[in-house]
């Protein structure tokens, strides 16, 4: 490609590699690089440096393990197998097995699951393993029950479906209670801000064209030397969501930087340590290392709303996240994160120690990662009722300075056990249950419904999926609510009952 | 400095709080309480100068006190300074000092968000 007035700086693989080898190049981390192409330009930045490291060490879900057992005698096909007492997945050769990060135990639930039997594994630690079989003529054995480490494995191969997001949405909660949520606790009303992701350090931020990522790329994971297979799911480069594929030898791996995780009232997860070398070839990819915080922006999304488009209330870059305090309507809300900035320093920098000890070479990818994704949503053949189809629309709505007794008369001669309490102007401000009219009687002195009614009502909208109020009834203990309008304008109830109708019409 | 009083079925209908507080005139504040029926647990803010005549005065009525002086108990095999408790704790007790989460003395209230917030379970609550 010619360009006019002066030459464009580039260097070949094989002369970094020839540096590594003799303990000669030149190796950063991405945190140090921004200062260097910013002192330097990137033509000479591409002199100076050779190879610049970077990591992240955060939650990733979708990952686990091949697993071979070896053949026992007699022989056993596998179909289920617990290890730990957590399931593995069996469907597919006699002896191998497929142990996903995110299954919980049969015994301690989410406080132990495919995580936590991966970490014992690299720890060293001995794990029981309960195998279940068909019995055929070649596998005749049906049962059996042993105890392995990993050296007792042939093979315990990592294989992560989605690892490394390129960056990954803040979360916050606008709802009125605390929501425990795979991006940690989130305090009500807007109470805190969580996020994940090393920004700076991000490994794909670092590379979001994939000038050298691609498939077959050697990586820094958990310790071990792994590899790049491809794309990861959801991969969507052309939103800034990029993710890759990666698999490992599980037998190399430390147990510094695979920490398996639980979060609270949602499940298990493990935590990963990942970073790639990126050799500094061009300016291009000179000047995509010097990418900063405040380069890499996120979404901060509202994780209140318990559905797939989650409504985002600002941009913020990871400068902000990091700065440890947001804006948000007027209000100063605390930011932390979920990852771990100090762990992906770990990385970067053991990374780049074990390339300057010419310990770690740098890889021609095979193939360059596709630039094109798709993250798109489900596409669901069976349609699920929403509230609106089911809900009863004869509601008898009262306001709050009718007294005690009416409320009851209207109770006994309507057909529900709730009134919904609305203000002057028709909007939802209160419910007032059989259950609060009884109270008040035998209490012996109320006047009007006003003082004994329920002023933290819950209430759901005709258009949200009936899963959503089966969920609020079960999480608060209650059996019934008004279904609003936008305006909060009681348009009808649904109630526990509808709900069951329809699973025995169901059936 | 904070002061953690266990709350014994006997006495925890005796006004205990403002009974001491009328004998030592120290400025108290509550910051956590969770009584019920038979028992309960409180958690004081007490002026450092005057928490030895309180404590004193709560053991004399029977209340167990325990003095808060290490914030939360963390496994340091276990922590990896993610800064999931940063956040969540009302009292702001943690910190990061260059992406090391610190946890500063005297500011916790044993609320325990941190112990079910910790995604490595990390921590601990002194007295639990």
């Excluded at chain 1, 970094?16 to 991405?30: F, K, L, M, P």
């Excluded at chain 1, 009863?392 to 057909?415: H, P, Q």
């Amino acid at each position: 490609m010619p360009t006019f007035g002066r030459p464009v700086q580039e260097k070949s693989l094989s002369e970094i590699n020839e540096r590594i080898r003799d303990g000669s190049a030149r190796v950063v981390t991405a945190e140090e690089m921004p200062d260097i192409v910013d002192e330097l330009g990137p033509a000479e930045a591409v002199r100076e440096v050779d190879v610049v490291t970077t990591g992240t060490f955060g939650a990733m879900c979708s990952s686990g393990v091949f697993l071979n057992l070896g053949h026992s005698d007699p022989p056993i096909k596998i179909g289920r197998a617990f290890l730990n007492r957590v399931e593995a997945y069996g469907g597919i050769a006699a002896v191998d097995l497929f142990l996903g990060a995110t299954q919980p135990s049969e015994d301690r639930g989410i406080e132990y699951g495919g995580a936590h039997v991966m970490e014992d594994l690299v720890s060293g630690k001995q794990i029981e393993v309960d195998a279940f079989g068909v019995g055929t003529d070649c596998y005749p054995q049906t049962e059996l029950e042993t105890c392995l480490r990993l050296d007792d494995f042939n093979q315990a191969v990592m294989v992560n479906p989605r690892n490394a997001y390129q960056r990954y949405n803040a979360a916050t909660n606008t709802s009125d209670r605390t929501m425990h949520t795979y991006m940690g606790t989130l305090l009500p009303r807007v109470g805190n801000i969580h996020y994940s992701g090393a920004g700076v350090l991000s490994p794909l931020s670092n590379d979001p064209n994939f000038d050298y990522i691609g498939v077959g790329t050697r990586i820094f994971l958990a310790g071990a030397q792994g590899y790049i297979m491809g794309t990861g799911t959801q991969h969507n480069p052309q939103s800034g969501f990029s993710t890759l594929m990666v698999t490992g030898d599980m037998k190399k791996m430390s147990s510094r930087f695979l920490r398996a995780a639980t979060f609270h009232k949602y499940g298990p997860s493990l935590y990963l340590g990942i970073g790639i070398p990126i050799p500094i070839l061009n300016e291009k990819l000179a000047r995509s290392t010097a990418v900063r915080d405040r380069d890499i922006t996120v979404p901060i999304v509202d994780y209140g709303i318990p559905r797939r488009d989650r409504p985002s209330l600002k941009a913020v870059s990871y400068e902000d996240l990091k700065s440890g305090i947001i804006e948000l309507s007027g209000k100063e809300v605390a930011t932390s994160s979920l990852s771990s900035f100090l762990m992906a320093r770990e990385v970067a920098a053991m990374l780049k120690q074990q390339v300057e000890k010419g310990e770690f070479a740098i890889t021609c990818p095979v193939e360059p990662l596709s630039r094109l994704g798709s993250s798109r949503p489900m596409k669901q053949t069976k349609e699920s009722p929403n509230v609106g189809d089911v809900m009863s629309c004869d509601v008898v709505t009262v306001r709050e300075d009718i007294g005690v007794d009416e409320a009851a008369r209207l109770i006994v001669s309507g057909s529900f056990d709730h009134l919904p309490v609305i203000s002057k102007d028709g909007r939802l401000i209160g419910i007032i249950t059989t259950w609060d009219i009884s109270k008040a009687v035998a209490g012996g002195k109320p006047s009007c419904i006003g003082e004994i009614m329920t002023r933290r009502v819950y209430s759901i909208r005709a258009d949200e999926p009936i899963e959503i109020a089966a969920r609020t009834f079960d999480v608060h203990s209650i059996s019934a609510m008004p279904v609003v309008d936008r305006d909060n304008k009681v348009i009808g109830m649904i109630t526990s009952n509808h709900l069951s109708r329809l699973l025995a019409r169901r059936r | 400095m904070k002061l953690m009083l266990h709350v014994s079925p006997g006495i925890v209908r005796y006004p205990l709080i403002a009974s001491v507080i009328l004998e030592t005139e120290a400025l108290v504040n509550i910051e956590r309480a969770s009584i019920d029926a038979v028992s309960g647990e409180i958690v004081l803010e007490v002026p450092a100068e005057k928490c030895p005549e309180v404590k004193a005065a709560f053991e004399k009525r029977g209340v167990r006190v325990v003095p808060l002086e290490i914030p939360v108990v963390r496994d340091e095999n276990e922590c990896v300074h993610c800064g999931a408790c940063v956040s969540i704790c009302p009292t702001r007790t943690f910190r990061f000092e260059d992406w090391r989460v610190m946890a500063d003395s005297g500011r916790c209230i044993q609320c325990g968000a941190c112990v079910i917030g910790c995604p490595q379970r990390a921590l601990k609550l002194v007295l639990k």
